[in-house]
């Protein structure tokens, strides 16, 4: 599907910017006073190795965040470990149709979550990734280091909005390509309503076989759990173009909502089995807004 | 509980149809709301939970199909036209007015157009039509088509006369409980057991007593028509009285006409005697009757009593049948009286006092003899000795008089009420009493010995008028007759009597009455003239019928409304209770 881009000032407004760089400067201003995750111990082995945990302070490296922890205590600890700052990130943002659907499309949400986390990546560390997917994974930006490249990645941001490509969801295939590509360990972030027609499950056995460490931030927004529908509909799927008879009734209604609830709980339990992190993002607040306890006080709702 | 329209298996039959055609629509493609989903991945699974309809598919919505169907079996009910058990069809009784005031202008028409839709909503297989006019005919029985009640009211009505919706109405009443069988109730009809609505179409008045007298379960509607002239006046009352100068062979006629807002010019009332107008000063004044704001009186005076005619016409106006009013004056000449000689002294003077008799020796009407005097061939006052006969009186009357008539009415036209026959018996030691057989010629027969000075019978205020009185049925003097009214009783009618299509009505028991206007001839060759006479009819015309307060001004339909209603109401309550289920999303 061919769609016009939306451009970098309305993805990322002037608003939106200010508040990345506020981000940033505490992420920063905390590292210039003695980020604690600089303090390593010189009987550090190489390699990616757990050493102990520490409270997450304002500043912390984010990729460092045991989410393993935070699942079962509900505080954000930080692993200590010698790879730290070789620990790149790669963006793995979902571009397919269902998050262009709705108004206002998840997309924004999605895009400006990859663009916050790569701000202060880019700051903190030397290469983010830019690896979009919809039925299959492409490299947008190849892993990049430099504190100047905030802009460049909202351009390319920006870009992934338009342009001709495939509207479906294909985890496994993305996935499956993700992880035969040479890339160093680093942190997945997979941006995504997690929709696939498949079904959760090759998602989570894909997912399974990532040697990288993970952060799902799930993109959702109120109505994924209540829909807004009544009355007898033809469900069209935006993505496979599937189409649904449906006589939306209390009873209906009951058995969506549980099947989104299975839905959910599924990928909670396995970000904690896998101890990935989960972030879910509403698209219809402000992204910042839910990401900025992370960074600045170490509090996330989830 | 019983249907008007079909049988109960008809019923069930299209019940079924019904429900065949809501489980085809059932069955069917819903019509849906295509609606773009960002992943109908929750939806499939919740289908498969909820066992959600499956379009062309298992039949998934029983329940709800019960529902509907039970909605539609409602109104299904209610179109059948159910009624309770008991109450049976309701049969309809059409009374069409055909009155005189019924017939100005285009009131028949208008008339006409009501019957056309009483057609449309009544059933011809219960319904009765009834022309009331000046005769009663029948336009509909059960089972005609309407199409011949059409034809039959296109006839002419025959005659103009006064409204009889109260008459028949009594008779059908009087029909209706002759026929209810025994242990039956009087609101079930004689055949069907079921109540009767009557409708009437035009202006005629039904009295309260009759709307009364409905029994329970009829009702009694009004068919609203048009409004008629906007003025009319009419003759309503036309009398005669004795002359009021006290002359014998003269009369008094008294008019009355209503309908003038003003007082009429009597110049432009021909009043005739014997087809000749009468002088204008004959006309005395007219005055307003004090309690009626539109009638007006006038007063002809001392008209000879010699069986003139007598009418009064008013100038034309919309409704001309209450325009004209016609009365056959009385017969009232002086009649000659011989008395014999030794009576001439008891009773000269007495019959030379009355003005209606004068002594006379040749040619006379009437006589007063005895028994001992010259037999005579006119009607006598005869006075014989008591051994001669048993009754002190004895009368003799002709032979197509019938003797128990005449002695009921002696007591007043012979003036025998005003005998103390108890006194006389005393002092005659002997029973006064009167009898009566027929003769050739009329005669009373008085014991002599009444006339004894030692009783005081000939002293008595009695005696004067026993000898008036007889001289006067003696004579068969005609008695001041009112003009006949149609409708009205003719109680002087004593002969058959034959009216203008030559039809023959014989009176019984003085309850005749005229229905139509027009000239009538009694058996004896006497000539009577039948006026309309009514205040009614006269003021109608001009205003609706102000109804009974047990008529309405609805339009009748038929009788199960109640229950349809009912049924119409509860298929209401399902579909909005149907509603509320599908807003909620309980219902599919």
């Not at chain 1, 009734?249 to 839905?263: G, H, I, P, Q």
Request: net charge negative; proline share 6%; hydrophobic share 45%.
């Amino acid at each position: 599907m061919n769609r016009p881009r939306i451009a970098p000032e309305d993805l990322f407004d002037a608003e939106f910017l200010e508040s990345v760089q506020r981000l940033r400067i505490v992420a920063q201003r905390v590292a210039r006073s003695g980020r604690p995750a600089e303090q390593r111990s010189r009987d550090m082995g190489s390699g990616i190795e757990f050493r102990d945990f520490r409270a997450y302070s304002p500043g912390d490296d984010f990729r460092a965040i045991d989410w393993n922890i935070y699942q079962r205590l509900g505080r954000v600890f930080l692993r200590l470990f010698e790879e730290l700052e070789d620990l790149p990130v790669y963006l793995v943002p979902d571009t397919s149709e269902s998050m262009f659907l709705e108004d206002p499309p998840r997309i924004k949400a999605a895009l400006r979550t990859a663009l916050a986390l790569a701000a202060i990546a880019l700051h903190q560390h030397d290469s983010v990734g830019l690896l979009p997917f919809g039925e299959d994974l492409e490299v947008a930006v190849r892993p990049t280091a430099g504190k100047g490249q905030v802009l460049r990645f909202a351009d390319h941001l920006s870009r992934l909005t338009a342009g001709e490509r495939q509207p479906g969801t294909d985890f496994k295939t993305s996935l499956d390509k993700l992880r035969a590509m040479p890339l160093r360990s680093g942190l997945v972030v997979i941006i995504s309503d997690f929709f696939d027609p498949a079904g959760l499950e090759p998602v989570i056995e894909s997912l399974q076989l990532l040697r990288h460490r993970v952060l799902l931030c799930q993109i959702t927004r109120a109505t994924d759990r209540e829909p807004d529908l009544d009355g007898d509909l033809r469900l069209v799927d935006c993505e496979t173009g599937q189409l649904e008879d449906v006589s939306v009734t209390a009873n209906v209604r009951d058995a969506y909502r549980r099947a989104y609830d299975r839905f959910e709980k599924k990928l909670t339990d396995f970000a904690r089995d896998r101890q990935a992190g989960l972030v879910r993002i509403d698209a219809d607040r402000d992204v910042l807004d839910q990401l900025a306890p992370l960074f600045e006080s170490g509090s996330l709702v989830v | 509980m019983t249907l008007s329209l079909f049988s109960p298996l008809i019923w069930a039959l299209g019940l079924l149809g019904l429900a065949g055609i809501l489980y085809a629509l059932q069955r069917l493609r819903v019509r849906h709301r295509v609606q773009p989903v960002v992943t109908t991945l929750f939806w499939k699974e919740a289908l498969e939970e909820a066992q959600a309809r499956v379009l062309v598919r298992r039949f998934r919505h029983f329940l709800a199909f019960l529902f509907v169907l039970l909605i539609v079996a409602l109104l299904w009910l209610g179109v059948a036209g159910p009624h309770r058990d008991g109450s049976g069809e309701r049969t309809y009784l059409v009374l069409v007015d055909a009155s005189a005031s019924a017939q100005v202008g285009r009131r028949q028409a208008q008339i006409r157009d009501a019957l056309i839709e009483a057609s449309d909503a009544l059933p011809s297989d219960r319904t009765t039509v009834i022309r009331v006019g000046a005769t009663a005919e029948a336009l509909l029985a059960p089972g005609e088509p309407w199409e011949v009640a059409l034809k039959r009211f296109d006839q002419p009505v025959v005659g103009q006369g006064p409204a009889a919706f109260d008459e028949t109405l009594r008779h059908s009443l009087a029909d209706s409980k002759s026929n209810t069988p025994s242990g039956s109730s009087a609101s079930d009809s004689p055949t069907t057991g079921s109540p009767t609505t009557v409708v009437l179409i035009g202006d005629a008045r039904v009295s309260d007593a009759i709307a009364a007298q409905l029994p329970a379960g009829h009702r009694m509607i009004r068919w609203s028509l048009p409004d008629l002239i906007s003025e009319n006046h009419g003759v309503v009352t036309l009398g005669v009285s004795p002359a009021s100068s006290g002359l014998w062979d003269r009369v008094d006629v008294r008019v009355e006409i209503d309908g003038y807002p003003a007082p009429p010019s009597w110049d432009s009332v021909r009043v005739t005697l014997n087809d000749a107008e009468l002088p204008e000063d004959s006309k005395q004044s007219a005055n307003a009757s004090p309690d009626l704001e539109t009638r007006w009186i006038a007063q002809f005076s001392d008209l000879p009593a010699n069986g003139g005619k007598f009418s009064v016409e008013l100038p034309a106006d919309g409704f001309t049948a209450d325009d004209r009013a016609t009365i056959a004056l009385p017969r009232r000449a002086i009649q000659g009286v011989a008395i014999a000689d030794p009576l001439r002294a008891m009773f000269g003077d007495l019959v030379n006092a009355d003005p209606a008799f004068r002594t006379t020796l040749e040619s006379p009407d009437v006589a007063i003899a005895t028994a001992a005097g010259s037999a005579t061939s006119v009607p006598t006052l005869l006075f014989v000795p008591a051994s001669t006969q048993e009754p002190a009186i004895l009368i003799e009357h002709l032979p197509d008089e019938d003797s128990e008539s005449v002695l009921s009415d002696a007591l007043a036209t012979l003036g025998l009420d005003q005998i103390d026959a108890v006194d006389l018996a005393d002092q005659l030691s002997t029973p006064i009493t009167v009898g009566a057989r027929p003769a050739t010629v009329r005669r009373v027969l008085v014991w002599e010995e009444l006339l004894a000075p030692e009783l005081n019978f000939t002293q008595s205020h009695a005696f004067p008028l026993f000898v008036a009185y007889s001289l006067r049925w003696l004579a068969d003097a005609e008695p001041i007759t009112r003009a006949v009214a149609a409708g009205e009783p003719w109680i002087e009618a004593r002969t058959p009597v034959e009216d203008g299509q030559a039809r023959s009505f014989d009176p019984v028991d003085a309850r005749y009455r005229p229905r139509a206007i027009g000239e009538y001839r009694e058996a004896n060759g006497r000539l009577q003239w039948v006026s309309l006479q009514s205040e009614e009819e006269t003021r109608r015309v001009t205003r609706r019928s102000s109804g009974v307060s047990a008529i309405s001004e609805e339009r009748p339909d038929d009788a199960p409304e109640t229950v349809a209603w009912w049924l119409a109401l509860a298929a209401l309550a399902l579909l909005s209770v149907e509603w509320v289920l599908f807003r909620t999303g309980r219902m599919p």
